[in-house]
């Protein structure tokens, strides 16, 4: 034993410098071949127009910074999504495998991997709403700064979180400066859409079951249907009642969701309500509240995780384009170093 200890000691004094630069050269490669995340390039785009800004106390730069570390977790928290359903996929097609090779059989042979899959996804999904909030609401550090709107809404500054940030675009006695109003025109959709849907995933509902959501999930491979949900348990004629109420509120203002008078579960009061959350941009701004409140106490499913996915990357990256081409017009031109 203790001779193999001085040849292995002779053999690293001897190559331990050779193998130490390989492996950081190999390691180098397989770090280079990762496909950098989208937004972390958008990101970069952003931050060459803003190279010439100084701002007081070095504010800005912080904010960016922070910016950025919560783009970089939003990223890996959609890499391990998507590595998970890989892994799930995969595990489906094993288990029909077992199935066409033995159609007969009561039982199959469990996947030793698919408690701690069910468990990630679970977690992955929680965590892309979670996350996706804080980078949605960071984001709007950097508009304080843009823009010169300075309102508050339920006494809270309009860039504290998106769910005070939306009331304020849509409040008819608040006078917003052109440069608001012009992103309100081009990005109000995407706003209102995240301001529905990521405020019933607050960290307070994943750690506190009893407030309703996040206490089951469903989903299934091939039709990639996955969503967090939870339905309200004594459900009445008093709901019924109520949904019936906001149909016909929303039919007077010529809102007809698709899909109610189809027969089937169509018919079902709860499922129009789900038909009306899954379209939520059209429902008016003078109903939305109601709707919100009503799809809170009935409960239902969240969108898809890759939908939550593909709404806040397409947000983030129109609104660093947005930054980029109207810089001369924002809060921010006063601080340019001119050349």
């Known amino acids: 034993m203790k001779l193999k200890i001085q040849i292995k000691n002779i053999y690293y004094k001897l190559f331990g410098k050779l193998i130490f630069y390989r492996e950081m050269k190999r390691r180098r490669a397989i770090n280079e071949k990762k496909q950098e995340y989208k937004l972390v390039g958008e990101f970069r785009k952003l931050e060459k127009a803003l190279k010439q800004i100084k701002y007081p106390k070095n504010d800005f730069n912080k904010i960016m910074s922070m910016m950025l570390s919560d783009i970089s977790l939003f990223g890996h928290l959609v890499n391990n999504y998507n590595y998970h359903r890989k892994l799930l996929k995969d ?5 029909e495998f077992y199935r066409r090779l033995d159609p007969r059989a009561r039982s199959y042979p469990a996947h030793p991997a698919e408690k701690y899959i069910n468990n990630a996804i679970k977690v992955d999904a929680q965590s ?3 996350f996706g909030t804080i980078l949605v609401n960071r984001s709007l550090l950097l508009l304080k700064m843009y823009f010169p709107d300075r309102h508050n809404s339920r006494s809270r500054n309009m860039y ?9 675009l849509h409040d008819k006695k608040v006078s917003l400066s052109p440069l608001l109003e012009k992103f309100k025109k081009k990005h109000a959709f995407k706003v209102k859409w995240l301001y529905s849907v990521l405020r019933f995933y607050r960290n307070e509902f994943i750690e506190h079951l009893d407030r309703g959501y996040q206490q089951g999930m469903t989903f299934g491979v091939y039709t990639d249907n996955f969503s967090l949900s939870s339905y309200k348990w004594n459900y009445n004629d008093n709901d019924n009642k109520k949904i019936e109420k906001l149909k016909s509120k929303l039919e007077k203002n010529n809102i ?5 008078d189809d027969g089937g ?17 059209q429902v008016p701004d003078d109903l939305l509240e109601e709707t919100l409140r009503l799809a809170e106490e009935v409960g239902g499913e969240s969108p898809q995780p890759t939908r939550v996915i593909e709404e806040i990357e397409s947000y983030i990256t129109d609104l660093f384009q947005f930054m980029i081409d109207e810089l001369d017009s924002s809060k921010l031109a006063k601080y340019k170093i001119k050349s």
């Open 91 to 95: 595990k489906t097609l094993n288990d």
């Open 160 to 168: 504290s979180g998106i769910g005070y940030f939306y009331p304020i």
């Open 256 to 260: 007809h969701i698709g899909g109610r």
């Open 265 to 281: 579960r169509n018919l079902n009061n709860r499922y129009y309500l789900q038909r009306v959350f899954d379209n939520i941009t």
């Open 128 to 130: 892309l709403f979670i």
